[in-house]
């Protein structure tokens, strides 16, 4: 696969219904969901109650696993049958009676205006019959959807859902249940898709009356899973490959493109002296040897000294193995012994790593300091310069 591929703009959409024992509702939501338009595939997720055979005389296509698979499993699944077939995006909504069909076309709208974007459904709760887990499952999961992937969306539950096809099937997950649609958000934030939402109904019948096939105690466990590893991810030291080219990308900050990431922070409205010193912050925490902490020690210093949090989380970067760090070992040791390392091994490195860490440590209160000294010097002396000629171009302009 290429470095970073373009999402294409929307030419054909495919509504995808997974189900799994929804006998009672399965009929009505498909033949809703045929009015509106759009292909419709029904995934049968290994149903045991006969509700696939309900479906008999619509004009519908299917997919049935031999056994129950997971609702994950059932959405890779119908993105791999659409991209065989052409399809651009793929459109979910559960079979058992909480989506309405209806919102489609909202849906559709809005990837049409962002055909890179996944878009999630925010379902508007009202009425008395919304199950508080609902409401408070809702406000956890956006919490940690924002600390694991940078982004945000109203609903992070919601299956009423829209993806961009190359989301499902250039990316790897290894959940395949109802963790698959937290995981999906994260994994397509860091690939450099936009998430983004839109408004939904929903309903919900009489406790009595419910049908639901979500594990409270597996699936949360599940899920609490994802978000543990995702977030342990996002704060290791070294970046997310970006693997798809959209206006998000674009106007990232990226130490790759020095030039372009300070004029879009003058605009801004970031002083040189502010990009400079959380550039100096972001160098120094980088360097030290405090594993999986430096996002977080970070996004803690910038916020307690009101310093440009982007910037200085992006200037970690910088100090990203295995150059730095061995700086930093090197002059540890240095220091230590009167002469450097010569030899890198498995002894040296490994077996003796609690002495190494011990001069990383060292090392990264001499180099860490010096490094920021120069990037900060040098980002203040471009912005200025940058800012200074912004500044000429506008006047220039207003005397026109």
């Known amino acids: 696969m290429p470095e970073t591929e373009t999402i294409s703009a929307v030419t054909k959409v495919l509504l995808v219904i997974p189900t799994y024992n929804n006998r009672a509702t399965l009929r009505g939501v498909v033949e809703r969901a045929l009015r509106i338009g759009p292909t419709v595939l029904v995934v049968n997720d290994g149903c045991t109650d006969g509700g696939p055979d309900t479906l008999e005389g619509l004009g519908i296509a299917r997919i049935d696993f031999p ?20 399809f651009s995006h793929l459109v979910t909504i559960d079979a058992d009676g909480q989506h309405d069909p209806a919102d489609t076309p909202a849906v559709l709208r809005k990837i049409e205006e962002k055909p890179w974007a996944i878009v999630v459904g925010n379902r508007r709760f009202v009425g008395r019959d919304v199950p508080g887990s609902s409401r408070f499952g809702r406000v956890w999961s956006n919490l940690w959807l924002r600390i694991a992937s940078g982004s945000t969306v109203a609903d992070s539950q919601c299956g009423f859902r829209a993806y961009p096809i190359a989301a499902l099937t250039r990316l790897r997950y290894s959940s395949c249940r109802y963790d698959f649609e937290v995981e999906v958000l994260i994994r397509a934030a860091w690939a450099g898709l936009a998430l983004d939402s839109v408004d939904v109904s929903v309903h919900y019948p009489p406790r009595e009356e419910r049908v639901s096939h979500f594990d409270s105690f597996r699936d949360n466990a599940r899920i609490s899973r994802v978000y543990a590893l995702s977030t342990m991810r996002a704060l290791a030291p070294w970046p997310h490959r970006v693997r798809f080219r959209t206006p998000e990308t674009e106007n990232r900050l990226s130490w790759r493109r020095p030039l372009r990431s300070i004029k879009q922070l003058l605009r801004e409205r970031t002083s040189p002296g502010e990009m400079a010193l959380a550039v100096m912050l972001g160098i120094i925490a980088g360097a030290l040897p405090i594993f999986g902490l430096h996002s977080v020690a970070i996004l803690l210093l910038a916020t307690l000294f009101r310093l440009n949090r982007v910037i200085a989380f992006n200037s970690q970067h910088l100090c990203m193995p295995p150059f730095v760090p061995a700086l930093c070992i090197e002059i540890g040791y240095y220091l230590r012994h009167g002469e450097f390392l010569t030899e890198l091994s498995l002894r040296t490195l490994g077996h003796e790593a609690h002495l190494r860490l011990l001069e990383w440590l060292i090392g990264s209160l001499i180099l860490g300091p010096a490094l920021a000294l120069v990037a900060g010097g040098t980002v203040y002396l471009l912005a200025w310069s940058f800012q200074r000629g912004m500044r000429a171009r506008r006047e220039a302009t207003s005397l026109d």
Not at 67 to 86: P, S, T, V
């Open 67 to 86: 056994e129950n698979r997971g609702k994950g499993a059932a959405i890779l699944a119908a993105g791999r049958w659409a991209e065989e077939r052409g």
